[in-house]
């Protein structure tokens, strides 16, 4: 029984990876292999339900080790040279039948309860309109003078020091904590998917619709995402920066942010072309 002895040892591994970490919050380091710290209301139900699955799935692999160690051990050619012709057992049959589905309810209850959380806000106090383009995001806030501007990424030559590479945008969205922000997502060429780890974000943004998804940040902080649909070329060059700020810094920065980004008279926007690399 050599191999029980690594068993504390995966244990203690695996408690590690689980608890909570203190990775910089609002993106992933290098080597990290966990999730990064979940930093919105949906975040947090998507980072615990991850946890449930992953002890589920911790049961489930120790418990078919198990039963393999003791056929392998007790049920061999050698120790047990005159087989069972046993075929049928009425309990065993019905135990790993019911076991199975009692499982799958148990992720499928609280999978759904998340998904109708993300879904929307009842009590929206705001929102931002994010549209895909190939390849940059823009974004409008509707309720706070409409005003709209476009996002592009920072060329590596570009950048300044302490800047992540391929996550830094020109002009970042920012966004009031604790403030439930409706979010209405299209784009304008293909579909591109507008994804935020550490916010529990990932929808597609669907040229001729709009999908709807919320999102309540629970710390001022930069928070990094990228596209998630293959959307051409430049694909890996649209990231999304956002920055979380009280609500007092969100209202002195809409006031400026409302000239900086006004609209021209002739209702077009001055959209900057996307780089071509
Ligand atoms: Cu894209």
Redesign the pocket.
């Known amino acids: 029984m050599k191999g029980l002895k690594a068993l504390p040892f995966l244990a203690a591994l695996i408690g590690v990876l689980a608890s909570t970490q203190a990775w910089a919050a609002g993106r992933s380091e290098p080597w990290q292999i966990w999730l990064q710290e979940p930093m919105s209301a949906t975040a947090e139900r998507v980072y615990s339900f991850n946890l449930l699955l992953f002890w589920i799935e911790f049961a489930i692999v120790v418990f078919v080790m198990v039963l393999m160690a003791i056929i392998i051990l007790r049920f061999n050619a050698k120790k047990n040279p005159v087989p069972s012709k046993t075929t049928h057992n009425t309990l065993l049959e019905v135990v790993w039948t019911a076991v199975p589905i009692l499982i799958l309810a148990a992720i499928g209850y609280p999978s759904l309860k998340n998904l109708y959380f993300a879904d929307h806000t009842e009590a929206a106090e705001m929102t931002l309109k994010v549209t895909?383009h190939q390849?940059y995001w823009s974004y409008n806030y509707p309720d706070h003078g409409d005003f709209e501007y476009d996002s592009l990424l920072v060329p590596a030559e570009d950048l300044e020091e302490g800047q992540p590479r391929l996550l830094t945008v020109d002009e970042k969205v920012v966004l009031p904590v604790d403030t439930n922000v409706r979010l209405l997502l299209t784009s304008t060429d293909v579909i591109?998917?507008w994804a935020v780890p550490s916010l529990g974000l990932k929808l597609d943004t669907t040229p001729g619709r709009t999908n709807e998804t919320w999102v309540r940040i629970n710390q001022p902080g930069t928070y990094y995402g990228q596209?998630s649909?293959l959307?051409g070329v430049n694909?890996g060059f649209?990231p999304i920066q956002i920055e979380a700020v009280s609500k007092d810094d969100f209202k002195a920065w809409v006031e400026q942010a409302k000239e900086q980004y006004a609209k021209r008279d002739d209702g077009v926007l001055t959209a900057k072309a996307a780089p071509v690399r």
Do not use: A, P, S
Request: net charge negative; charged share 10%.
């Open positions: 895909g390849w591109h998917n596209c649909e959307c694909h649209m």
